[in-house]
């Protein structure tokens, strides 16, 4: 199992993976309204202004990469 990991079709479930976690995060913020707290990842931003879809445009499998 360990020779999947990072292969296309791991790193492409990863992203539906994301996008469905962002979905199920803005449908809770939109009924209970927005907590302030800042990204763990990001410090310098607030965790609802880091773009997923930036980082997953940034982020992608390279075919040459480990």
């Known amino acids: 199992m360990v020779h ?3 292969s296309k079709a791991c790193i ?6 994301i996008d469905d976690l ?3 995060i803005h449908d809770i913020v939109g009924k209970t309204g927005s907590i302030k707290c800042h990204s763990w990842k990001f410090p ?15 982020y ?3 075919k ?3």
């Open 64 to 66: 040459h990469e480990v």
């Open 4 to 6: 999947l990991l990072g």
């Open 44 to 58: 310098d931003k607030i965790a609802t202004d880091v773009d997923i879809n930036e980082l997953l445009q940034r």
């Open 22 to 24: 962002e979905s199920v």
């Open 60 to 62: 992608q499998h390279g």
């Open 12 to 17: 492409d479930s990863l992203r539906v993976d």
